[in-house]
């Protein structure tokens, strides 16, 4: 018995919109967190710091 494999081809159209994708959910999180109070400046700020701004600085 053998088994084939092959290397998977990431498709890189479908990579970049769900990218396009999360990018815009990000900055709708962070307008929504902001303008609704949920959190001020400063607390988004140390938040930032705490994530190394992997998660909350996404302003294009």
Partial sequence: MSVHHSIAKVNTEKADQMK??????????KKT????QLLDGAEMGFIFEK????????NP
């Fill in 20 to 29: 396009m994708i999360v990018d815009k959910l990000m900055v709708q999180l």
């Fill in 51 to 58: 994530t190394d701004g992997l998660i909350i600085n996404t």
């Fill in 33 to 36: 967190i902001i303008e609704g």
